[in-house]
T-cell receptor, first 115, second 110 residues
Framework: DGGITQSPKYLFRKEGQNVTLSCEQN?????MYWYRQDPGQGLRLIYY???????QKGDIAEGYSVSREKKESFPLTVTSAQKNPTAFYLC??????????????FGDGTRLSIL | QKEVEQDPGPLSVPEGAIVSLNCTYS??????FMWYRQYSRKGPELLMY????GNKEDGRFTAQVDKSSKYISLFIRDSQPSDSATYLC??????????FGQGTTLQVKP
């Protein structure tokens, strides 16, 4: 079955530690996205990538980093510079395109908490 | 003013009721409109995808777009407890990024 796989489902971070969230898709989609979801705040875009080896900052990129070395993979690193990392992180993908009107398909998320 | 506004609810209805979920938006250039359903601790799943004005029906779900009022709706007929979830509207913005509403939490009571 085609889809988006996020791992792990739950992740705990110690103070001063970087953690990496995995996102893999087998939908052959060009574009991939990372969102953060906090209670009552909807989805906020962290980073997105339209093609391999290229990515752009979203609305809340500070304290996060990404890479896009392969079409199917878009890992997100939450760095120690992100002072409030506790949230539900969602990865998505779409066919892409310049106008961005393609629907996005989501994984089941990673819940990150601070120890 | 946010580009997309959605009442967060919660909205509680009895089983079998007709549910109306709504979003307003500010940019008249928006042409594509999406509705997602998100169960607790899961990612959003695409329910409906519409272009421009008019209605689109899929089973018990109907999406309605009124571009003149900048208002979109999702109707659920014969609501079931399994419809209990958060519903998010979304539309591509000027920069091509998807803009989401805050989400409306729906509870359908048996």
């Amino acid at each position: 079955d085609g889809g988006i796989t996020q791992s792990p489902k739950y992740l705990f971070r110690k103070e001063g530690q970087n953690v990496t969230l995995s996102c893999e898709q087998n939908l052959n989609h060009d574009a991939m996205y990372w969102y953060r979801q906090d209670p009552g705040q909807g989805l906020r875009l962290i980073y997105y990538s339209q093609i391999v080896n290229d990515f752009q900052k979203g609305d809340i990129a500070e304290g996060y980093s990404v890479s896009r070395e392969k079409k199917e993979s878009f890992p997100l690193t939450v760095t120690s510079a992100q002072k409030n990392p506790t949230a539900f992180y969602l990865c998505a993908s779409s066919l892409g395109g310049a106008r961005g009107n393609q629907p996005q398909h989501f994984g089941d998320g990673t819940r990150l908490s601070i120890l | 003013q946010k580009e997309v506004e959605q009442d967060p609810g919660p909205l509680s209805v009895p089983e079998g009721a007709i549910v109306s979920l709504n979003c307003t938006y500010s940019n008249s250039a928006f042409q594509y409109f999406m509705w997602y359903r998100q169960y607790s601790r899961k990612g959003p799943e695409l329910l409906m995808y519409t272009y421009s004005s008019g209605n689109k029906e899929d089973g018990r779900f109907t999406a309605q777009v009124d571009k003149s009022s900048k208002y979109i709706s999702l109707f659920i007929r014969d609501s079931q407890p399994s419809d209990s979830a958060t519903y998010l509207c979304a539309m591509p913005g000027n920069t091509g990024k998807l803009i989401f509403g805050q989400g409306t939490t729906l509870q359908v009571k048996p």
